[in-house]
């Protein structure tokens, strides 16, 4: 779930500034600390990284998209009758585990060379289908099922279910094995809800459930995810779709849950097969403090917000709970100081901005930071500063921006889908030609998750063409290899123009965010050249900070803490703890 959506609403006026109190709560608490030192006005931030959203395994589709496309009736179901001496002994090469003979031997009944009648056939075609998947010709065997899937009165159309869902554990996300498994149903699936295929029957019910999210058919997709058993393997990942389809259903509490659910399970110890473990909790916490803070804000008719601490206090909570170490807390922080900034606390949101921008991060792209410290100023009045916060973001971002449209202009026209996967490749090799000033910004564009998913998808089709050219040649050089080989080639295709098709709508996504922080950047100087010239509206000049704000603002230690003046050296046990006192020079 992104927030960018909401901060452009609240940027739309440089003064759009609301002063509301945190709840002094545990949940607000800070972590005990030996010291917490206050920032001075930090430099301008290195060049470097990227905060990005979360991504999903897949976008959800457009809302008027169309569902994809059910399985067609094909008639009544054909009867196998006698099978020829051919047909019966390709079957006993298939059950004597003879994969490469039985292949080829299934292959002549399927494709009717043997005279057998129509439900022979369709048995030799899944017989071959799963010859194939022996022989790790995986693809070769997912083309064969999906024909299969695609006719409801296929005599095999229900044990073909168990191979898609074998086949989802050796082909990545983007070969799309849940689109197949949406041709089914859930009575078809309850088949396999028996003491010995109980784990299958779990999977099947989450893949099905993400055919359902994808389709925006988001109440089928939580009652599927909630037939997960917590003992599954996919209990975690069936839990956080459950809690982005509550969150697209704008169902906060019940979206909270599942992330929570999340983390009693990995907390509990219970699932002992799930990777990423310490990654799924910290995105738990990231979802949780995301949910919490978009249903903290509330726009009215004239888009003037309106602020439930209690729920801004819950999303600090958890944006706080994201660990130190993890690939997100620089997010986190972020992300929370936009909480803070909601909240009147300055000080919290400017220190937070402040490690964000250290020399530790040299990676780290957060240009939103510049445009949300130049808004903290002015809306204290400090004119000047944030004039020059805005200045230095200008120099800095618009010969960026520049550069990142050059590159793009690269790749215009028709048939650039290929193209930018050889560019996405080089990137990902460090051997792209790009500005040096760029070069890391484009690096996080194409670096998040679901991208790299495609590029593995290549790998493992370009592993698998490897394994056939050490076949035998006879196999190789049958008409059976051929639609192997064929296969193979037409998933590549598909796999390397989808990766590519990909890659250009990330890019193409960060330079439009760059560009309309640039424009907010504008926006902001429109301001401060009105409230230089008095010209601010009554509405404007009263949501200026005044008098009660002005004192959460200035770093006081409490017990636990000491001050610890920045002195222009950062050190790293004090990320994360940084305050800076700002004073609003509003009304004097």
Known sequence: MRLSLLRKLLIGSATCMLSVSLATSPAMAQKPRPKSPAAKPAAKPPAGGGSQAIELDEPAAPADAPAQPKAVDSGPAPVAGQMTEQAAQAKRLFDGEKWGDAAAALYRVY???TGDDEGNKQLAQYHLAISLYRLKFYQGAYGIFSEIADKPNHLKFNETLLWLA???TDLPEPADIVERVGKYNDSQIDKFNNSNQRELYWQLNYLLGRYKYRNRQYDDALRLFSKVDRQSKYYVRGQFFSGISNVQLRRSIPAVQSFQRIVGAIDSGEIETLEDEDRMRDLAFLSMARTYYSASVRLDESNSPTIDSAKLSAAVKYWNKVDQGSEYWLDALFEESWAYFMAGDYAHALGNIHTIESPYFPNSYYPEAEILKAVIYF???????AETIVAKFQKKYQPMYDDLNKVLKRFQGEDQD???YKFLKQVRDGKADLP???KIVVENALGDRQLLRHLQYVQVLDDENKRFGKAPAAFRDSPLGNDVKDAMQLARDIAVRNAGQLARERYQRNLDELNEHL???AKILIDINSAKRNQLDAAIAGSQVQGPTEERNIVKPDEEHVIWPFDGEYWRDELG???QT?????GR
Do not use: H, M, V, W
Not at 379 to 385: E, F, G, L, V
Not at 582 to 586: D, Q, W
């Open 582 to 586: 700002i004073t609003s020079k509003c």
């Open 418 to 420: 290929e193209p930018f």
């Open 111 to 113: 494709k009717g060379e």
């Open 436 to 438: 040096p000033r760029i």
């Open 577 to 579: 703890f940084y305050r």
């Open 379 to 385: 809306a204290n009045c400090q004119y000047d500063d």
């Open 519 to 521: 424009r907010d950047s």
């Open 166 to 168: 074998k086949l989802a």
